[in-house]
C-alpha cells in the first residue's frame, strides 16, 4: 500500500490557495512531502485565471463592487469563480505511477478516482473521453469549455481541472461546484455587451451544473470531502495519512503570496 498525505485545509483566500499548492510542489520535488491529496474552499469568492488568460478578461469594477478578488493559476484552462464548491489539487513527484505517462494518461487516471468520488454521491456521473468545439479558444469561461476525460451529469460538465507539469512533479487542481448560482462568473468577466453576457449566462447553464442541481439535495463541503477520500484510496490503492503543512512548507507559501500570487506582476501579466 503507498502513503499519501491528506491535507485539508480551512476556507482561505485565493492568495494563499495557489501559493500552498505551489510550495507543496516545490517540496515534494525535493522529497521532503510525500504525494499529497488537499481538499480546500475560499473565502472570499475569488476568480482564477489559467496561467496564459490575458487579465483582459476580468471586468475589475464588477469583480470589486462583489467583494471578489482574482487569482491567477499556475495550470492552465479558462476562469472559475471559486464559491460554493469543494477544490481538490493532488501533487505528486514526476516519478509517481498514478500520474505517469502523458498528461492525457494521468489526467484519465485521475478522472477515474473523481468520478468514483461523485458515484459515492449518488451522482449518475459519465465520463466524456474526448472534446472538439470550435469556439472554445475564445471562451473565457472554464465550463463552458469541454475537455478531454470530463466528468458529465446528463451531457453536463460537473468538475472543472487543470494540470501543470513541472520538473518538481505534477499538480493537478480542480473544482466540484456543489450549490449555488454557476452564472455569477460572467458578472466578473468581460464582454462586449449586455446580450452576449446573457447568452453566456443561458449558455454555461445548458452546458454545466452542480452537485446540488443534479441530485436534487445540498450536499455539505464535509460529505463531498470525504467521499473523495474514499474514492481516491479505493481507485489509486493508496492510504491517506492526515497531515499539516509543514513549518517550511507554511514559510514558502506565505513568501509565495507577497512575491507571487499576491502581485500584479503575476496576476496581471498576460
Request: charge should be negative.
Amino acid at each position: 500500500m503507498n502513503i499519501w498525505r491528506l491535507l485539508i485545509t480551512p476556507p482561505a483566500r485565493g492568495a494563499w490557495n495557489m501559493a500552498v499548492d505551489e510550495s507543496i510542489l516545490h517540496h515534494i520535488g525535493r522529497g521532503d512531502s510525500l504525494p499529497t491529496l488537499r481538499l480546500y474552499a475560499w473565502i472570499p469568492a475569488c476568480l482564477s485565471l489559467g496561467y496564459a488568460q490575458p487579465f483582459a478578461d476580468v471586468d475589475t469594477q464588477r469583480l470589486k463592487a462583489r467583494g471578489w478578488e482574482v487569482v491567477r493559476r499556475a495550470t492552465g484552462g479558462r476562469a472559475i469563480l471559486h464559491t460554493d464548491e469543494l477544490t481538490y489539487s493532488v501533487i505528486a513527484p514526476n516519478g509517481e505511477p498514478r500520474v505517469a505517462g502523458t498528461v492525457l494518461e494521468s489526467y484519465n487516471r485521475l478522472a477515474q478516482a473523481l468520478m468514483l468520488a461523485v458515484r459515492y454521491l449518488n451522482v449518475p456521473v459519465e465520463m466524456k473521453e474526448e472534446n472538439a468545439n470550435g469556439d472554445s479558444n475564445n471562451n473565457p469561461v472554464c465550463f463552458e469549455v469541454p475537455s478531454s476525460y470530463e466528468i458529465t451529469v446528463n451531457g453536463k460538465k460537473l468538475i472543472g481541472s487543470a494540470q501543470a507539469r513541472k520538473k518538481e512533479g505534477i499538480l493537478q487542481h480542480g473544482s466540484l461546484p456543489l450549490t449555488g448560482d454557476l452564472t455569477r462568473i460572467c458578472q466578473a468577466l468581460v464582454f462586449e455587451s449586455e446580450a452576449l453576457r446573457e447568452a453566456s449566462s443561458k449558455r454555461l447553464l445548458s452546458r454545466a451544473t452542480t452537485v446540488d442541481s443534479a441530485l436534487g439535495r445540498e450536499v455539505s463541503w464535509e460529505e463531498a470531502s470525504q467521499a473523495y477520500i474514499r474514492a481516491f484510496e479505493a481507485q489509486l490503492d493508496i492510504e491517506f495519512e492526515v497531515a499539516e503543512l509543514s513549518p517550511s512548507e507554511s514559510k514558502t507559501a506565505e513568501m509565495l503570496v507577497e512575491e507571487k500570487y499576491n502581485h500584479p506582476s503575476w496576476t496581471e501579466r498576460v
